[in-house]
Structures are given as C-alpha cells and as structure tokens.
C-alpha cells in the first residue's frame, strides 16, 4: 500500500511538473528548452507511464525530465521522419551517445528505445513492455532521467543517468 501511495504521488508529482511548457535543463545548464502544450501533455504522459511501469517492480523513485535527453530524443525522431530511415544510427552517422554529447548531457548511463508507426502513445509502451530490450531499457534502475519525442509516428524515448 506504501508503495503504491508513494508511486501515485511521485506520478502526479512528475505530471503536474512536465506541464509547464519551459522545462530547465536538468544538466547543470541555465539553458531552457521551450516546449509545446503537446510536448508537455506526451512528456507528462510518458512521465506517469514510466513512474508506474517502474513502481509495479519496485523502483519507486520516479525519473526526473531532462531537457538534453529531450532535446537529442527530438533530434532523432525529426531526422528519422525527415529521411524515413528507422535506426538507432542517425543519417549523419551518429550514435545515441554522441547525440547525447552534442546536446551537453554527460551519460554514465544511456539507453535509447525507438518505435515507427504507433499512433499512441499507450502502442508505443506496449510495444516496447513486449519487448525483452526495449523494456530491459525501461526498468533499467541505471536511469535517473528521461527525453521522450515525437515527430509523427517517430517515437524516441531516452534513458540516462548524467555524471
């Protein structure tokens, strides 16, 4: 009962935080990114999924957003969707750390799950709970931080624990 009191809390915490449209980077930087009300609305979302997903396997302590790992997952999902190419490699030859890199976020830990073609967010979460990496990535008790994007059916959700 704790537990599920204290995963509730820590989800509305999460969701009511992920609403306001300027959303801090949470590497240190003074820099904001500006989000759209719909960002913030998938971003609470995903928040609350994850909060939840993690809590029911006893990681109780919920994600906090980072604007970096927002800001490389964004990245990732336009440049699939601008070139329709569905990798973890970006055309330009990157990886997922040095998208992490580029967008200032120093990683100890990183994990990358994309996804083509749901038009949900609840079929993009259960597509990759199915599967065993994709959720593996999820419930890493490694992350600490999280960036979801979207840029049509793109999905784009990043892991990471910064240094």
């Not at 300027?22 to 999924?49: F, K, M, Y």
Request: aromatic share 6%.
């Amino acid at each position: 009962m704790k537990i599920r009191i204290t995963a509730i809390v820590a989800t509305l915490s999460l969701a009511l935080s992920a609403c306001n449209p300027s959303v801090s980077n949470t590497t240190g930087s003074s820099e904001t990114q500006r989000l759209s009300l719909g960002q913030s609305v998938d971003i609470a979302a995903v928040g609350a999924r994850i909060s939840a997903l993690r809590a029911g396997q006893g990681l109780v302590r919920p994600l906090g957003h980072s604007a970096a790992l927002q800001a490389a997952a964004q990245a990732h999902a336009d440049d699939m969707a601008r070139t329709g190419e569905f990798s973890h490699r970006g055309t330009n030859g990157s990886t997922v750390s040095s998208r992490l890199r580029s967008a200032g976020y120093n990683a100890c830990f990183n994990a990358e799950n994309i996804a083509y073609g749901q038009t949900r967010i609840a079929q993009v979460f259960q597509d990759w709970m199915s599967s065993p990496g994709h959720r593996r990535s999820i419930l890493a008790a490694e992350a600490t931080q999280f960036g979801f994007a979207r840029n049509g059916t793109y999905s784009v959700l990043l892991l990471g624990r910064s240094c």
